[in-house]
């Protein structure tokens, strides 16, 4: 029993002086991080005004935007000058999104080789294959990965072109009502532009800035042309630039133009329509009729091996 109350004594003991020093060096990690942060502090108080100025940028001025332009700077080591001409190209059909051009393309290009390098690397390791292996998936990877910018702005530029498709003869079709009515073609446009939604609002919303700063309507309605691959804007550009050009009446060619935008709707719609059978013949066979055959067929097939184990 003495024995029993003498071990408890020690180990109370034991933990007693486990916690003093615990306690002990909790206070004194904790005097030591204020220390350094009243010397940081105090050097940040006392660093020449330049290098205040820089520690008060935010951390995308301070690092991400340098690291951005070093990237940019690689990459354009790299692409010639007729590739930043065609990304210049494809920003335009998508609209020219906020935030990005010609050069965050490019960084984003080098960041996607060395991503894809890393992560192809990565899945080779994991995976376990040989080396050769591992070489094809990190070159496949940074393939990818710097064609994946290019990609996703051929999406946009597309999304925005079919958008564009299936609202212009809409958009023409309240623009020819508004010029017949009395309206002036740069309200009607104005017009137009404030009762749609959608890029070929945006488009419009262009048009009436650029003849607000001085430019021509002709070379403005051109230059709508040219920033898009849709070839019904196009045309309707090259008609209003004509019409402009040997003083055709406006609402003549406006409404020449909405009647052969409905019909190229409907033609479209047609079009669609007979491709339906062609996009489901794949579904058909491999989805659709294996199931219809076990279905049909499987209880019979059930039914006659039941018959011969059976007789067996």
Known sequence: ????????????????????????????????????????????????????KDLDQPFTDRVITPAMESLTALGRRFTPDDQALRIRRKLDLAGNPRGWDVNRIIAFKVIGILAGAVIGLMLGLLV?????????????????????????????AYNRTEIMRKNLPDALDLLTISVEAGMAFDSAV?????????????????VLQEMQIGLSR????????????????????????????????????????????????????EEQAQRVPVKILFPLIFCILPVLFIIILGPAGITIFDSFNGKL
């Open 218 to 269: 002709a070379d403005a309605i051109r230059a709508m042309g040219d920033r898009t691959d849709l070839s019904e804007l196009r045309n309707f550009s090259s008609a209003m630039v004509q019409a402009d050009t040997l003083g055709i009446p406006v609402a003549n060619v406006l409404r020449v133009q909405a009647n052969e935008m409905r019909v190229k709707r409907s033609q479209r719609a």
């Open 128 to 156: 376990g294959s040989s080396p050769l292996v591992v070489l094809g998936l990190i070159i496949g990877s940074a393939a990818l990965g710097y064609f994946a910018p290019t990609i996703a702005l051929y999406q946009s």
């Open 1 to 52: 029993m003495a024995i029993l109350i003498l071990l408890a004594g020690l180990g109370a003991l034991f933990i007693g002086i486990t916690l003093a020093m615990t306690a002990i060096g909790t206070g004194a990690d904790e005097r030591r991080a204020v220390g350094r942060s009243l010397a940081a502090v105090e050097a940040i108080r006392t660093a020449p005004d330049a290098m205040k």
């Open 190 to 206: 104005s017009q137009v532009a404030r009762n749609t939604r959608g890029p070929l609002a945006d488009e419009f919303f262009r």
